[in-house]
């Protein structure tokens, strides 16, 4: 089961990057396909199609959504370490992408890989309209009420204290989390699933950020988690987090895979 959600999304991935390969400028696509295919962990795809399985949704249906969150997903990271931004001359273990092709293509990439994500997304709901109350929150998740929204916190509020800095967090990293888990439910009719899977990843997509403030130890920054509330109380949120998750899911009998990426997300080590 893993392996084959983690195949179909390489699958896809790549099938889109050889499409375009010959359409895009020489360069800007190396620093796209650079950036794409570099070891990241594909978490948001594995766990939409996770959650489509749980609410009966087939995999082929809700795949290019997939596709498109990792896309938007790959943008937000290239756009994040731009001297603008964190200015991160490293990442996943590699030279970023800025570093690598210089800011200005590394800027544009980023910005084809959000338009990519979109042209993906219409052709997607031109086939399937079912799609299409998933893709408008995807975008709404990704957009200024989401992802970029917590981005903005970041660089125009000085002082957070632990309210602002959790709904940074919810925002800047929980937002695609809770598109990944949530985008499935608008194309089923369960109502009960669809809550339960709200407060699921509500919970994860915080407890995500948590996390990642715990496995980086320079993270004591004032406008991470960590930073604004210490070690002992981001790690004692990360378990009340995890908890929230599972119980959200405990009615559900067929909810083990969700519970082993739960399981995952709270032990990972990277
Ligand atoms: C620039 C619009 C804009 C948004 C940037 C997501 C984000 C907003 C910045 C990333 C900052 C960061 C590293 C946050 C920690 C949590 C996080 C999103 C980590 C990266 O996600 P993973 O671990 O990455 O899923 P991989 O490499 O596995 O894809």
């Known amino acids: 089961m893993i392996d084959s959600y983690l195949k179909k999304t390489e699958d896809a991935l790549r099938k889109l990057f050889d499409e375009k390969r010959p359409l895009y400028p020489e360069r800007l696509f190396s620093a796209m396909e650079y950036s794409v295919f570099s070891s990241g962990k594909r978490v948001r795809p594995y766990l939409m199609l996770l959650s489509a399985d749980f609410v009966d949704v087939s995999s082929e249906k809700i795949l290019p959504l997939a596709v498109s969150l990792e896309l938007i997903h790959n943008y937000s990271l290239i756009h994040d370490d731009l001297p603008c931004m964190d200015d991160d001359d490293f990442r996943r273990g590699k030279t970023s992408c800025h570093k690598a092709f210089g800011e200005a293509i590394a800027l544009l990439a980023g910005d084809a890989l959000l338009n990519l994500a979109y042209e993906n997304l219409f052709e997607a709901v031109k086939t399937d309209p079912d799609l299409i109350t998933a893709a408008s929150y995807l975008a709404k998740c990704a957009g200024a009420e ?26 800047k990293t929980g937002a695609l989390i809770c598109a990944a888990a949530l985008c499935p439910a608008f194309v089923c009719a369960d109502r009960e699933k669809f809550n339960a899977l709200g407060t699921f990843a509500s919970a994860i997509g915080l407890c995500f950020q948590l996390k990642d403030d715990l496995l980086d130890e320079n993270k004591s920054e004032p406008k991470s988690y960590l930073g604004v509330t210490g070690k002992e109380h981001t790690a004692d949120m990360v378990a009340k987090l995890g908890k929230i998750a599972f119980k959200a899911l405990e009615p559900f009998e067929n909810a083990d895979n969700l519970r082993n990426l739960t399981e995952f997300l709270l032990n990972r080590t990277k």
Not at 146 to 171: N, P, R, V
């Open 146 to 171: 989401g992802m970029i929204g917590g981005q903005a916190m970041e660089f125009s509020i000085d002082a957070f204290d632990e309210t602002l800095i959790t709904e940074l967090c919810m925002k």
